[in-house]
């Protein structure tokens, strides 16, 4: 077992996203043994954690000097469904990996020979063979080819949940992953091992075989003999995962035992019980319990690490489902927006004073930016700089005398600074800017009554942040896409008339939709899918950089467990900020969540139509610098169909560039000193509830 000891700084990926993110990025195995308990009820899916969790820690050890073949034993299951159930999760999370890349990079290699398919499926090598199948890994990325489970084979995507005989394509070549690693194949298993070291390296990951025994009919005492039988220098030792079950006639005070051979005898054990045995605490390391909740006459399965003494981990209860790729985890909400140890580590904040950064104010403003290491070298030789780029700005004077329009510039447009730097196609690539006058984004509510040009605003900005090469998504709640598509015209058209030319396309190939169905989603799945969409790069290498929810009224209606959820919205506001995107929410003025938007949005536009019907834009609040205290803006806009504009300017050089702004020949300033009359004005309502 020396050889197979862990640097004591080790910590590896279980291979579950969601699980190494409540570990904090990964399991520590700096211990020389390490027993992991999993345990639940009856359809809590804990086999699966375990096969998966299994898998994973073995692919994080693997090496190609020293190969880890982790073992699965169990005393219930066949070896067939076991090795059946590992080669989908494998299938598809090969699969999941392959899509990622496609979406980021349109990787040609990725599909050259049709690596994948070729691997596991049994496609026709002959050149008269459907000419569709000659590019179907590329095909399965484009997600118009899909793998069932339940028929182990590819289909033809046709109808949404049906798999039958008609588009069927090829099956699968093996029963287990073991297959595919097995010496009696002679040279074809070489060219076996070669096609998966290959397809390892493209996908970054690790492809290994596994072993599946079976333990029937064998008490706690043989179970005991058979596990001291093994040879521990064998490399399959090193990860295990054991799934047992124990007849009540059988005496259970021998089961501490057991689990303590089973942790002498390997490096990494997991051991997945029901939770119906009487297990004390303290005889594992790490225990993961597993439960199923009724929430809104709905079941949600949610998994708790009760115990762990080697490492800190998320408390509390994390919701899970179970995909085609295994489990999938959601971490809480409660994750996402608190900062770790921030009050223990407070003194040098507070005592620094606030036009200086600290440190780690720095490095919070470098965000997620490639082109800076944030040494302490650098903050530094920056540090003076910037305290005098703050102090220039509190002390400006001209800023005092922003218009409605100058305000609704900074919220709605963007205005990217050129650094200098391209990007493969030659398209700039903007800093972020950290000065107090060029703020823009944060949280934005837009809120009014039906008919009030909340969405076109909201459009116009969207158009502003494309001619930037910046991407925008478009998060619709249970909404048509093909009516919001046919509405996504550019309001800059609207007052030129003759905006239409090659800048316009690659507009719209800034814009993007994800839209949510109706159903009992909880905050935690959807903020973790929005991370996920939105930490994968396109073909440009740049990653969404504003998310706007169109209608966010939808909440009360058709989405409930977000609805009665507290912390969404805030844990909304907080991702966008941790990841420096601008959020953009539009809400309707008589929603319940209105209140609370109000509370949280850095910004907050209001929409309302006057007596003459013309449009009253109110800015009730600007986070950005504007030292003008208390102050309301209301722009008066006669023509808001004419708003936006995009025209060209002529530099020196005789550069042409392209420019989206406010046209201001059709807002004037109108003076408002209160907000009352818009929420509690007469006959109007106030927050959902009727005035009286």
Known sequence: ?????????????????????????????????????????????????????????????????????????????????INDLLLDIIITKCIQLMTMLHVSNHNTELFQDNLFSHLFFKIPDNQNCNYQLQEIDNLICQEAVYYSNRTNALHYRRTENYTHNENFIVERRGKGISDYFNKDLGDIQDRQIDKLKKLSNRLKYPLISSNVENLYDKSITDLKNEINSHDCNNKKNTVACYDLIFPFTEDLSHVAEL???????????????????????????????????????????????????????????????????????????????????????????????????????????????????????????????????????????????NTSIDILEKILL??????????????????????????????????????????FITFGSIFSSSLQYEHSLILLLNKDTSMTRRRLSCPAMMHSGTCRNEKCAQCYSYIHFMNIFMGNITSDEFIYFLRKQVSIPFTDGRRISRVII??????????????????????????????DIDLYILCDREAEATYKLRAIADNVLCTERDTDGTLLLYIERFAGYDNTPSKIYCGKIKRPREIFECYDIYEENGQIIRQYGINDEHIEDHPVVSMNDFWHGENKSFFGKTKK
């Open 414 to 455: 963007s205005q990217g600074e050129d650094s200098g730097m391209q990007n493969k196609d030659g398209i700039p690539l903007m800093r972020r800017r950290d000065c107090i006058k060029l703020f823009r984004g944060g949280v934005t509510a837009i809120i009014g009554e039906a008919n009030t040009y909340k969405r």
């Open 1 to 81: 077992m020396e050889s197979n000891k862990m640097n004591k700084y080790t910590k590896v990926s279980t291979s579950i996203d969601g699980l190494d993110q409540i570990l904090y990025d990964g399991l520590d195995l700096s211990r020389d043994h390490t027993l992991i308990i999993i345990r639940g009820g009856e359809y809590t899916e804990k086999t699966l954690l375990g096969l998966q969790m299994m898998y994973g820690i073995a692919q994080g050890l693997n090496n190609n000097e020293s190969p880890v073949i982790p073992c699965f034993y169990t005393n219930h299951y066949s070896c067939e469904y």
């Open 550 to 579: 169109d209608d966010l009224q939808i909440l009360d209606f058709c989405f409930p467990l977000l609805k009665n959820n507290p912390l969404f919205i805030p844990s909304l506001a907080a991702l966008c900020h941790e990841l």
């Open 259 to 401: 689990l303590d051979c089973i942790n002498q005898k390997h490096t990494v054990a997991l051991v997945v019980v029901p939770d119906n045995i009487p297990l004390s605490n303290s005889c594992a390391d790490m225990i993961i319990d597993l439960t199923n909740k009724d929430v809104e006459h709905y079941t949600l399965q949610y998994l708790c690490i009760t115990r762990c003494i080697f490492q800190l981990t998320a408390k509390g209860w994390h919701q899970y489902k179970r995909r085609d790729y295994g489990i999938e985890i959601f971490p809480s909400i409660n994750t996402y927006f608190p900062k770790r140890r921030y009050l223990q580590r407070a003194l040098v904040y507070t005592h620094s004073d606030v036009v200086t950064d600290t440190y780690q104010q720095y490095l919070d403003s470098l965000g997620v930016s490639k082109y800076h290491s944030g040494t302490y070298r650098e903050y530094t030789e920056n540090k003076e700089r910037r305290k005098k780029e703050y102090i220039d700005d509190l002390l400006s004077p001209e800023i005092s005398y």
